[in-house]
């Protein structure tokens, strides 16, 4: 194992002009076994080590006797030692996002600070080549924009420091191997044990058939990211300077193209500029950019009649007028809600809702009130999930035509305060897929021909097994 990190470590020159690499410690095998591979050689690479621990407060006396541990640890070897404690419950409330995400996202925020208090600094974490594999099936099954790599970088800038993963060369095994052989007795977290969570059951289910497959899997993994990150980044790099000759127009809400310039490109360069208009359109990283948005504007534009309209999600209308192409954003009432994605399968929690999916070849599963059951093969991908608006209509169940959402509310006497924060799931040409506990639409309807089951629930406030 020590040669192979040595290895790693020397062909990405991770601690180039770095002095001090604060350690990221759980107390779990990884990152007890990186904290003490790169205590015991700083000597040879020429660095200060320090650790770090963020107590998350989730599972009482365990949690307290990891962050006990790592101290002990790094007191007996005179490693300087920072500890945080954050409260995970509290800002996932308030930020309307998952247990694991708000862990996730106060983390970081730490790291963050801690890089910025030192000059010519990094943060290493415990990420390993298992975890690399993990992670790009996971994005790769969830359906990522295929315009980005999947995967964990070995090394990015944060803040005023960069983190830096020197175990993703090697293998979990190789990992308890080094704890065995180093004497180190590394704390358990019994919540990896959980199927509950989509990462454990990747990790028990999907990567032991791989090695079998294949040992050497991870390497593999690994190269294909780094090489295919580099590739991403020549297209991207190529795209923007392409970009300034397909424009006609521009304003902060419009993006006018010219059809031709844009077919005089190669295929890839058209999808990354389509990526780059509804990016300056929708903002950065905005997780309603998907693939399936990209292939329509490219199929309107290629195949599509002379004059056309495609509306995206979030009040976006592209518009084809002959060799002219109109991207325009329309504004947003103040008390609507932003529109977020919802993972197949996954879960979405906001203030008072829980929305969740689940994909199965049991079609002869029981419609529950707090549930709908549709098509998989027939829901137009992905789904969102976002608040009323004034012109929402939807094709309900045993009814011919549509009908306002709005009337819906009223019919069912839904108080006013409730109707702002009800969940609207759409699907991906902007269709309204269900109103919970309200009616359900005709879109995706299941059928002899059905394969497989899309289906959604949804609870108020809090998921029943929870309370």
């Not at 070995?154 to 065995?180: A, D, N």
């Not at 289910?205 to 899997?217: C, G, H, R, T, Y």
């Not at 890839?268 to 504007?297: A, C, D, F, M, W």
């Not at 529950?368 to 137009?380: C, G, K, M, P």
């Amino acid at each position: 194992m020590k040669s192979d990190v040595h290895n790693f470590i020397k062909r990405h020159h991770l601690f180039e002009d770095c002095k001090l690499v604060i350690v990221a410690v759980s107390g779990g095998p990884d990152s007890m076994a990186l904290l003490h591979y790169l205590w015991s050689n700083q000597e040879y690479y020429q660095i200060e080590i320090a650790a770090c621990h963020v107590h998350h407060q989730l599972r009482g006396e365990e949690s307290d006797e990891d962050a006990r541990y790592v101290e002990h640890f790094c007191q007996e070897r005179g490693i300087t030692f920072h500890e945080r404690r954050v409260n995970v419950k509290e800002y996932a409330s308030e930020k309307n996002v998952g247990t694991q995400l708000a862990a996730r996202e106060l983390r970081y925020s730490y790291f963050e600070e801690l890089l910025s208090r030192y000059s010519d600094s990094a943060l290493a974490t415990g990420h390993h080549g298992d975890d690399q594999v993990e992670t790009v099936l996971m994005k790769m099954v969830r359906g990522s924009l295929p315009l980005f790599t999947y995967g964990i970088p070995v090394k990015r800038k944060m803040g005023q420091g960069v983190i830096i993963r020197p175990f993703l060369g090697i293998t979990k095994e190789k990992i308890e191997q080094y704890c065995i052989e180093e004497a180190l007795y590394p704390r358990r977290d019994s919540s990896n044990e959980s199927t509950v969570y989509t990462r454990n059951r990747f990790r028990k289910v999907v990567l032991p058939f791989l090695k079998e497959e294949n040992p050497l899997i991870h390497t593999h993994v690994q190269r294909k990211y780094e090489w295919e990150n580099d590739d991403q980044d020549l297209l991207m790099a190529l795209a923007e300077e392409v970009k300034s000759t397909i424009i006609t127009k521009k304003s902060e809400r419009n993006v006018t193209i010219s059809r031709i310039a844009l077919l005089n490109v190669a295929l890839p360069l058209q999808r990354r500029v389509i990526h780059l208009i509804l990016n300056y359109l929708y903002g950065k990283n905005s997780p309603l950019i998907t693939s399936i948005h990209i292939e329509q504007v490219l199929d309107m534009v290629q195949y599509g009649k002379p004059s056309a309209d495609l509306h995206l999600p979030d009040s976006t209308l592209i518009r084809r007028e002959y060799d002219l192409c109109h991207f325009t954003k329309d504004s947003i009432d103040e008390g609507e809600q932003a529109i977020e994605l919802l993972s197949i399968p996954g879960s979405l929690s906001t203030k008072t809702w829980v929305i969740e999916s689940y994909v199965t070849e049991d079609k002869d599963i029981v419609e529950r009130d707090n549930q709908i059951i549709l098509d998989y093969e027939a829901v137009s991908e992905p789904l969102f999930v976002r608040s009323k608006r004034a012109s929402d209509r939807m094709t309900c169940r045993g009814m011919d035509g549509t009908k306002k959402v709005g009337r819906l509310f009223i019919d069912r006497k839904i108080p006013k305060q409730e109707r702002k924060q009800w969940p609207i799931i759409i699907d991906g040409e902007g269709n309204i897929v269900w109103v919970p506990f309200l009616h359900r639409s005709k879109v995706g309807h299941v059928g002899h021909d059905t394969k497989k089951v899309l289906v959604l629930t949804s609870y108020r406030n809090i998921r029943p097994d929870e309370k």
